[in-house]
């Protein structure tokens, strides 16, 4: 597996995303709703992957949701940068994430992403496609 290093600009928050597939091999997705669009999203995820996502200190670490709240989009409150959507889920006790590109230390090697528009899923069929999907993740808040 590589390893692909990275985290928001100011460094509260890591990321170690580790995969086979090479950068060039991905297909990124630019999730097509309103958070994601005004963020121009560039989202990778390996479910054969590992991804641990480490804060430095919980209190800048904003976890907001919207609409169906199914999701907590991770955005360094300091810095502003949107790190990752993240996935608890309460059926497996495992959780679940997306990487933005942007985050990643390596960014310019990922290929263009590719739109993706989840709308007409309902609730459930949004987190079966997370678990099949999304790349098995830790979240690891050290202070706060």
């Known amino acids: 597996m590589t390893k692909h290093t990275g985290g928001c600009h100011c460094g509260n928050i890591e990321v170690e995303y580790d995969t ?3 950068p060039e091999d991905t297909e990124p997705r630019a999730c097509q709703c309103s958070f994601c669009r005004q963020h121009q999203s560039r ?21 907001y949701q919207f609409a169906m709240k199914t999701i907590e989009f ?34 310019t090697k990922f290929p263009p992403p590719v739109a993706k528009d989840y709308d007409a899923q309902s609730r459930e069929a949004r987190a079966e496609r997370r678990r099949n999907v999304w790349t098995p993740a830790t979240l690891t808040i050290r202070n706060g």
Request: with cysteine.
């Open 20 to 22: 086979d597939i090479a």
């Open 43 to 63: 989202a990778v995820s390996d479910p054969n992957g590992s991804l641990r996502i480490t804060v430095e200190d919980g209190s800048l670490l904003s976890r």
């Open 74 to 107: 991770l955005v360094c409150r300091n810095c502003g940068i949107y790190v990752a959507g993240f996935m608890p889920d309460p059926t497996d006790d495992h959780a679940y994430a997306t990487l933005m590109i942007s985050a990643l230390d390596n960014r």
